[in-house]
Structure formats: C-alpha cells, structure tokens
C-alpha cells in the first residue's frame, strides 16, 4: 500500500501522484477509471478482490492551476539528485545562494544550488566565479513533468508512456 499511482487528467495528461489508496476509492467511487494495473497486485475484501492501479485517469476534465514547483530545501535537493553542484558529493548538504542575500541576491530557483558544507564554507561570502568554483549544471526552475521524472526513477514502467521518460 506505499506504492504511488499517477494520476492523468482526462485528455491523458499526468497532473499528480496519489497513494494507492486514495487511487482505489476514485475507481471505486467511478470518479476515474483504471488504465493500468500493478502487476500481480491485488486489495482483498471478503467477498472480492481488486487490482492494485498503477495509472489511473479521471471521467471529468479538471483544470489544475500551475503554481509551480514550490521552492523548499527538499525540492531544490531533489532537482539536484542529491549533489553537491560543485564538487558533486553527496554528503553534509546544505543550500547555497550563488548571489549571497549580504549582496542582494534572492532566495529563488536560478539562485540557488546544493552544496556540501565544505565547497560553502569555501565560497563564503562571493559568487562562484570569484571563490574558483565550478557548477557542474546551471540553476532552472523546474517544470512538473522534469520534477516527476526526476523524481520517479524507479516508476513503474507504465508511467513512462505518460511522462515521456525512457528508463536511465
């Protein structure tokens, strides 16, 4: 029951990923309807079983409006994989604002990179380029369908077809 199901609009487009749960009560309730299933997987009642869904998409069009990808601590190490965006370790993380806030630089996605605690200790209080520092990718704000991606590597092999991701 962790496992997570993708969950696609009507016209088939993914907006959101659920518990399975959840899933579970929108097929039952006839609020979407069950395209793929996991395999093998099935919840047991008494009297019936039922596949485990896998991808799930809604009977209603519902218009989701794009707020973005909320900028946390957690989303910007996510978007990173986890990396120091200097040396690319993974290890004693913190964040880092490329424009130090003391010099007027703002707390948004192209301002800020994963960084271990060293290579931050290291560019203090300067940009990159005055500490010698190399990043190894340029900050973007990320968009839903590169954050699911990124974030659902080890998807089931049904998403792929509605992210239009091909296995790393």
Not at 59 to 74: D, E, F, M, N, T
Not at 89 to 101: C, G, I, K
Request: charged share 20%.
């Amino acid at each position: 029951m962790r496992d997570k199901v993708l969950i696609l609009n009507q016209d088939f487009s993914a907006i959101a990923v659920c518990t399975v749960t959840r899933a579970f009560l929108l097929v039952y309730l006839e609020k979407a309807e069950l395209i793929s299933k996991a395999n093998g997987a099935v919840l047991r009642t008494i009297s019936t079983s039922y596949p485990v869904p896998s991808v799930i998409r809604l009977q209603r069009y519902v218009k989701v409006p794009y707020y973005g990808i909320a900028l946390s601590r957690h989303n910007v190490l996510r978007r990173d994989n986890f990396l120091c965006q200097y040396c690319g370790t993974n290890r004693n993380l913190t964040l880092d604002h490329l424009l130090p806030r003391s010099r007027g630089g703002e707390t948004s996605w192209q301002n800020i990179v994963t960084a271990c605690s060293r290579c931050n200790s290291r560019k203090g209080d300067r940009t990159p380029e005055e500490a010698g520092l190399k990043l190894h990718r340029h900050p973007s704000r990320p968009s839903l369908y590169t954050f699911l991606q990124q974030h659902l590597n080890d998807a089931n092999e049904d998403w792929n077809t509605y992210l239009n991701v091909s296995k790393k």
